[in-house]
């Protein structure tokens, strides 16, 4: 559990920060012999929950498609923060509450007063950042609709899993808005630059198997199979090393603006750190003794 969360944070200098979330209560779940607290924290438009080792993030605001209003964005922004600097916990799953992911920014409620619109959306980019630079694994979970700030949400993190209710669309030119959340970095990235422009050019709502298809998401399943999936996905992440996680993922991200010569040499300083760690010589015992290795995070 993080010993400090940040407190004071805000997404801009225009509006007042946050408070250090307190703990509501524990519930204890049985996993075999072992008895697992879930701790949850206390938000008034996310719901943040910790479990053996999972974080998840669920944005609360079912009444209008859980859309971010200035509350959330700095709540969600100080769930990051929390979450990144745990060490306890190893895997993030982002997803929403009654139905739907994420149905964007609250148009009556995107630029506060006291801010310009520059220093508005530079704020909202740096969450953004944020979530690109977590250095450990982050899961969507999305049923319902995801659209503008929040299809973008979704496929900014490692894995989208998907149920087969749900719908993206890039909405932006719609409301008289461009691409942002970093849909314009992400979207030719995963899917090639022409598919990016017709998402972008015409904003359509696309089924999850269209989306499958595109390249958009890892997989599409049945909505009450959801949960169990993605929560067999973060488990056997969470019990993966996670130095060799991380290095994969900064691998892997960063491999769009290298060169060969230089992906190679970026992966081989990774490989040095890897051998270092006690997780790497757990994996070569666990190897040879014919056993199930017992990562540590050391």
């Known amino acids: 559990m993080p010993s400090e969360w940040l407190d004071g944070t805000s997404i801009d200098g225009g509006y007042s920060a946050l408070s250090r979330p307190e703990i509501l209560g524990y519930k204890t779940w049985s996993l075999g012999s072992t008895i697992i607290p879930k701790v949850n924290y206390q938000y008034e438009t996310i719901t943040y929950?910790?479990?053996?080792?999972?974080?998840?993030?669920?944005?609360?605001?079912?009444?209008?498609?859980?859309?971010?209003?200035?509350?959330?964005?700095?709540?969600?922004?100080?769930?990051?923060?929390?979450?990144?600097?745990?060490?306890?916990?190893?895997?993030?799953?982002?997803?929403?509450?009654?139905?739907?992911?994420?149905?964007?920014?609250?148009?009556?409620?995107?630029?506060?007063?006291?801010?310009?619109?520059?220093?508005?959306?530079?704020?909202?980019?740096?969450?953004?950042?944020?979530?690109?630079?977590?250095?450990?694994?982050?899961?969507?979970?999305?049923?319902?609709?995801?659209?503008?700030?929040?299809?973008?949400?979704?496929?900014?993190?490692?894995?989208?899993?998907?149920?087969?209710?749900?719908?993206?669309?890039?909405?932006?030119?719609?409301r008289g808005l461009s691409v942002d959340f970093g849909g314009s970095w992400l979207l030719p990235r995963m899917i090639g630059l022409h598919k990016a422009k017709e998402l972008a050019f015409f904003g359509e709502v696309i089924s999850a198997e269209k989306a499958e298809q595109m390249g958009l998401l890892n997989r599409v399943v049945a909505d009450?199979?959801?949960?169990?999936?993605?929560?067999?996905?973060?488990?056997?992440?969470?019990?993966?090393?996670?130095?060799?996680?991380?290095?994969?993922?900064?691998?892997?991200?960063?491999?769009?603006?290298?060169?060969?010569a230089g992906s190679l040499e970026a992966e081989s300083q990774a490989q040095v750190v890897n051998i270092s760690t006690e997780d790497f010589k757990e994996a070569i015992s666990a190897f040879l003794e014919k056993r199930a290795p017992k990562f540590t995070g050391r």
């Open 224 to 260: 009450t199979e959801l949960d169990n999936v993605v929560s067999e996905a973060a488990k056997v992440l969470a019990n993966l090393p996670p130095t060799a996680l991380s290095l994969n993922k900064a691998l892997l991200n960063d491999s769009m603006t290298r060169s060969m």
């Open 49 to 174: 929950e910790l479990l053996d080792g999972v974080a998840e993030i669920c944005l609360n605001r079912p009444e209008i498609k859980n859309a971010f209003n200035l509350k959330m964005w700095s709540e969600f922004s100080a769930a990051l923060d929390g979450f990144s600097s745990d060490n306890d916990q190893k895997v993030l799953v982002i997803t929403g509450a009654g139905g739907a992911f994420c149905s964007g920014a609250e148009l009556g409620d995107m630029i506060p007063g006291s801010t310009t619109p520059l220093s508005w959306m530079r704020g909202i980019s740096d969450i953004a950042l944020k979530l690109h630079h977590l250095h450990k694994p982050c899961i969507a979970k999305v049923r319902g609709i995801a659209a503008g700030a929040g299809a973008n949400l979704a496929f900014g993190c490692d894995l989208v899993y998907a149920s087969d209710s749900a719908r993206f669309s890039e909405i932006f030119v719609k």
